[in-house]
């Protein structure tokens, strides 16, 4: 549990930063894939069993998928 309030602040974080670049989108969804699974831990609504594993793991990889590829695309480091 512990790790996932870790990475859902250091998604916030990480999205902070982005947003100040002009990265509008990728911070949006930085923010929600960090702090989504926090907040439904945090809030009660989900556990870290098996499925609330995978809808916290699962928002953050598809995130760091996301920004990736949009690094990639760009051809720069954020």
Do not use: C
């Not at 907040?39 to 098996?50: C, F, Q, S, T």
């Not at 928002?59 to 954020?78: D, I, K, Q, V």
């Amino acid at each position: 549990e512990l790790g996932v309030i870790a990475t859902g602040i250091a998604y916030a974080l990480w999205s902070l930063a982005l947003w100040r670049r002009g990265w509008r989108a990728t911070a949006a969804g930085g923010a929600l894939a960090g702090i989504g699974p926090a907040a439904l831990l945090l809030g009660g609504a989900m556990a870290m069993d098996l499925h609330g594993a995978l809808v916290a793991y699962g928002a953050n990889a598809l995130w760091a998928a996301w920004l990736g590829a949009m690094l990639w695309r760009a051809g720069r480091t954020a």
